[in-house]
Nanobody, 120 residues
Framework: QVQLVESGGGLVQPGGSLRLSCAASGIISSINAMGWYRQAPGKERELVARIRSSSTYLADSVKGRFTISRDDAKDTVYLQMNSLKPEDTAVYYC???????????????WGQGTQVTVSS
C-alpha cells in the first residue's frame, strides 16, 4: 500500500500564496505521474496540474500562477500557488500513479485532501 500525506493548505487572502506538499510512502517500485486535483463545493473534481518525468501539465485556469514540481529523492510533489483568487477555493487532492514491484500496470492513489480557502 502507498500512503499520501498532504500539507500546506489553509486560509489566504486574494493575491496571496500557498505551497502544497504531498509525500508518498510505502512499498513503491517507481512513481510515474504525480498531480493535483481540486473539488469546489457543488462542482466536479478537476485536474489542476500533473508532472511526469520532466513533462508538466497545468490547467488553463492556473497557468502563469501555479507551478508543479517533484522531488524524486523524497517521493514528494509540490504545488506552488501564487496570485490566488477566490475561485481557487476548493479541497485539493494529491494523486499519484505507482508501479509496484512485479506489476505490469500502474495503480492510482489519492491523498485525503487539504482545504484551500481564498477570502478576504
Amino acid at each position: 500500500q502507498v500512503q499520501l500525506v498532504e500539507s500546506g493548505g489553509g486560509l489566504v487572502q486574494p493575491g496571496g500564496s500557498l505551497r502544497l506538499s504531498c509525500a508518498a510512502s510505502g512499498i513503491i517500485s517507481s512513481i510515474n505521474a504525480m498531480g493535483w486535483y481540486r473539488q469546489a463545493p457543488g462542482k466536479e473534481r478537476e485536474l489542476v496540474a500533473r508532472i511526469r518525468s520532466s513533462s508538466t501539465y497545468l490547467a488553463d485556469s492556473v497557468k502563469g500562477r501555479f507551478t508543479i514540481s517533484r522531488d524524486d529523492a523524497k517521493d514528494t510533489v509540490y504545488l506552488q500557488m501564487n496570485s490566488l483568487k477566490p475561485e481557487d477555493t476548493a479541497v485539493y487532492y494529491c494523486n499519484v500513479f505507482v508501479l509496484h514491484i512485479g506489476a505490469t500496470s500502474l495503480v492510482s492513489y489519492w491523498g485525503q485532501g487539504t482545504q484551500v480557502t481564498v477570502s478576504s
